[in-house]
DNA sequence: AAAATTTGACCCGT
DNA sequence: ACGGGTCAAATTTT
């Protein structure tokens, strides 16, 4: 059994057995005798793996929760695989091999940003592939995070030079960086928006739809979402849109992209003409900026949200004002070819 | 020496 | 069969 669960699975039962563990720890330390830090460190440490496990199967935890059915036996001692998720109206379950949907993001940056190699947009990456795609003028790179191996981070980009404007490439970022990351380059770029205060504060637009909006704004950062999965065999709940304007942290479809598609790191200080329609909100980076400890490894939203409101700064001087955010739905395979199994074993 | 990149081969879905 | 994505050996870079 354990031989043939691939990565993901491996990971997902790992965070979970770990999970599991630090639950029980915390148990032991209910007793009012029992300090407050250690009580604190476990809770920290439990909201992680499951932080963990559920970006492994590229959820973000935040979003309105699936119906999860369990089987009867489930709460006992059995495997995983008991655990099945009931979407529409097919039972699922967890471990098939079989393909989930994640979003990805595509941003269109100006060559020479650095984002378009393997750093500058908050994250390494490793290049390990490179393809030529018909129809397209120039081949598109791929790229991994490099902590694939060592943290099993499953982030992946593409970069291919614009056809269009060849002084611009195409990012597209798949998957959720798992990696803690050793330095913080959102934290330099955060630090780098409050002394360059071209930018008094970012706005995230949310658009339903690819009617142009007359007004450029310079330095918004949007985000474009379809969904384009039309395959019955969604695992998890389509993004839904709210129909009004976002309601700041109460609201799931805010936090969800933060936390699901801004993983990939992109810096992107540009925008594209917006819509007519969008739904408007704007964070200050300072107020987000005071409301999270920065050296905690695990991954918060605020931490991906500081990461999105001043990854911008990193590109504010380019003089380029256009940017397609595109949020999509993308096929990913859950048998996700792997090759260390030596690292969880 | 280790890490990163290059590149043809291979795999898989359509 | 074809095209996109990934693998992995060879090569280059650090």
Same mark, same amino acid.
């Given at each position: 059994m354990e031989k043939n669960m691939d990565f993901e699975q491996k990971t997902l039962v790992n965070e979970l057995m770990e999970g599991k563990e630090l639950a029980k720890q915390l148990m032991g330390h209910l007793q009012p005798s029992s300090s407050h830090e250690a009580r604190d460190v476990l809770v920290e440490k439990i909201l992680s793996s499951? @932080?963990?496990?559920? $970006?492994? &199967? =590229?959820?973000?935890?935040?979003?309105?929760?699936?119906?999860? !059915? %369990?089987?009867?036996?489930s709460f006992g001692n059995t495997s995983p695989r008991s655990v099945i998720i009931d979407q529409d109206t097919n039972h699922r379950d967890v471990f098939k091999k079989r393909k989930i949907t994640v979003r990805s993001e595509q941003v269109r940056v100006p060559l020479g940003t650095g984002a378009e190699g393997n750093l500058e947009d908050g994250h390494s990456w490793r290049k390990y592939g490179q393809k030529d795609i018909l129809g397209a003028n120039h081949p598109r790179s791929y790229f991994r995070c490099t902590h694939r191996k060592t943290q099993g981070c499953l982030a992946t980009k593409q970069v291919q030079r614009s056809d269009q404007d060849p002084s611009f490439v195409d990012i597209t970022y798949k998957g959720h960086h798992t990696c803690r990351r050793a330095s913080q380059p959102a934290i330099v770029a955060s630090s780098s928006l409050t002394k360059n205060n071209h930018f008094p504060h970012n706005e995230v637009v949310v658009k339903e739809d690819k009617i142009r909006q007359s007004q450029v704004k310079p330095f918004t950062l949007e985000v474009k979402t379809e969904d384009l999965d039309t395959r019955e065999d969604h695992m998890f709940a389509p993004f839904s849109f709210p129909s009004t304007p976002i309601e700041s942290e109460h609201n799931h479809f805010f936090s !969800?992209?933060?936390?699901?598609? %801004?993983?990939?790191?992109?810096?992107?200080? %540009?925008?594209?003409?917006? +819509?007519?329609? $969008?739904?408007? %909100?704007?964070? $200050?980076p300072c107020h987000k900026m005071t409301s999270f400890g920065l050296a905690n =490894?695990?991954? +918060?939203? @605020? $931490?991906? &949200? +500081?990461?999105?409101?001043?990854?911008?700064?990193?590109? +504010?001087n380019s003089p380029m004002g256009d940017l397609d955010l595109t949020l999509d739905n993308v096929d990913f395979e859950m048998n996700f070819p792997f090759d260390s199994p030596e690292f969880f074993s």
């Amino acid at each position: 059994m354990e031989k043939n669960m691939d990565f993901e699975q491996k990971t997902l039962v790992n965070e979970l057995m770990e999970g599991k563990e630090l639950a029980k720890q915390l148990m032991g330390h209910l007793q009012p005798s029992s300090s407050h830090e250690a009580r604190d460190v476990l809770v920290e440490k439990i909201l992680s793996s499951y @932080e963990k496990a559920l $970006s492994v &199967l =590229n959820w973000d935890g935040k979003s309105k929760p699936l119906a999860l !059915e %369990f089987s009867p036996c489930s709460f006992g001692n059995t495997s995983p695989r008991s655990v099945i998720i009931d979407q529409d109206t097919n039972h699922r379950d967890v471990f098939k091999k079989r393909k989930i949907t994640v979003r990805s993001e595509q941003v269109r940056v100006p060559l020479g940003t650095g984002a378009e190699g393997n750093l500058e947009d908050g994250h390494s990456w490793r290049k390990y592939g490179q393809k030529d795609i018909l129809g397209a003028n120039h081949p598109r790179s791929y790229f991994r995070c490099t902590h694939r191996k060592t943290q099993g981070c499953l982030a992946t980009k593409q970069v291919q030079r614009s056809d269009q404007d060849p002084s611009f490439v195409d990012i597209t970022y798949k998957g959720h960086h798992t990696c803690r990351r050793a330095s913080q380059p959102a934290i330099v770029a955060s630090s780098s928006l409050t002394k360059n205060n071209h930018f008094p504060h970012n706005e995230v637009v949310v658009k339903e739809d690819k009617i142009r909006q007359s007004q450029v704004k310079p330095f918004t950062l949007e985000v474009k979402t379809e969904d384009l999965d039309t395959r019955e065999d969604h695992m998890f709940a389509p993004f839904s849109f709210p129909s009004t304007p976002i309601e700041s942290e109460h609201n799931h479809f805010f936090s !969800e992209m933060i936390e699901t598609d %801004f993983a990939g790191g992109f810096s992107s200080p %540009f925008i594209s003409p917006a +819509t007519s329609d $969008s739904a408007y %909100f704007s964070v $200050s980076p300072c107020h987000k900026m005071t409301s999270f400890g920065l050296a905690n =490894n695990v991954q +918060t939203p @605020e $931490s991906d &949200l +500081t990461e999105i409101l001043s990854a911008p700064t990193s590109l +504010t001087n380019s003089p380029m004002g256009d940017l397609d955010l595109t949020l999509d739905n993308v096929d990913f395979e859950m048998n996700f070819p792997f090759d260390s199994p030596e690292f969880f074993s």
